[in-house]
Nanobody, 126 residues
Framework: QVHLVESGGGLVQAGGSLRLSCAASGRAFSTSAMAWFRQAPGKEREFVAAIPWSGSSTYYAASVKGRFTISRDNTKIPVYLQMNSLKPEDTAVYYC???????????????????WGLGTQVTVSS
């Protein structure tokens, strides 16, 4: 079985930082495009950031660009999300996702990803 497990979520004050990690088991994801999505209560799941297998490029939602950084370590945990200058509107459950291919034409849609974690809660207080 394939598992993606997110960690690093929690409660933080506005302006603070958190670092999310995504661990994988059951399949090597070193050649998969990876991404982070988030879902706030009553809203649809939305794209946050993505990175192809090479790590040579990164993609961000406009709402997080300049504050969040996605990176990957293909030797162990496949993907991280460093979140700085957090805002209350960043409050959501954050999900790690893995594609079946090294690159994607569109990194921003949920349908491009075959594997999902169960999510980690991030709460930013004002």
């Amino acid at each position: 079985q394939v598992h993606l497990v997110e960690s690093g979520g929690g409660l933080v004050q506005a302006g603070g930082s958190l670092r999310l990690s995504c661990a994988a088991s059951g399949r090597a994801f070193s050649t998969s495009a990876m991404a982070w999505f988030r879902q706030a209560p009553g809203k649809e799941r939305e794209f946050v950031a993505a990175i192809p297998w090479s790590g040579s490029s990164t993609y961000y939602a406009a709402s997080v660009k300049g504050r969040f950084t996605i990176s990957r370590d293909n030797t162990k945990i496949p993907v991280y999300l460093q979140m700085n200058s957090l805002k209350p509107e960043d409050t959501a459950v954050y999900y790690c996702a893995a594609a079946l291919t090294p690159y994607l034409i569109d990194y921003t849609t949920t349908g491009q990803y075959a594997y999902w974690g169960l999510g980690t809660q991030v709460t930013v207080s004002s």
